[in-house]
């Protein structure tokens, strides 16, 4: 079994900065894709940011320029660095995982969402 740990959420002004993170754990032979998700209410869910086993990135267009994907791979955590927080940025933010576990089998796994709220 994998499980996936997030924190770092928050409240946090208008034009501040926050850092997520997602520690995977459990039966990992290795990881694929690592990725953040948001959803915001009366949303659908939207991808933000993925990283590859390569660390090659890509954003989505509303954060371009203003968060940063990274991933450390021999702690199997992703992180999420926002700055530049606007309004429109809160919502629930997801971590997203694809992987293979010992026994060979690829999936995907979700983490439990973290709260960002941008207010003043």
């Known amino acids: 079994q994998v499980q996936l740990v997030e924190s770092g959420g928050g409240l946090v002004q208008p034009g501040g900065s926050l850092r997520l993170s997602c520690a995977a754990s459990g039966s990992i032979y290795s990881i694929n894709v690592m990725a953040w998700y948001r959803q915001a209410p009366g949303k659908q869910r939207e991808l933000v940011a993925f990283?590859?086993?390569?660390?090659?990135?890509d954003y989505g267009d509303s954060v371009q320029g203003r968060f940063t994907i990274s991933r450390d791979n021999a702690k199997n955590t992703v992180y999420l660095q926002m700055n530049s927080l606007k309004r429109e940025d809160t919502a629930v933010y997801y971590c997203?995982?694809?992987?293979?576990?010992?026994?060979?089998?690829?999936?995907?796994?979700w983490g439990q969402g973290t709260q960002v709220t941008v207010s003043s």
């Open positions: 997203y995982v694809d992987l293979h576990g010992d026994n060979g089998v690829r999936r995907v796994y």
């Open positions: 990283c590859t086993s390569l660390s090659n990135t």
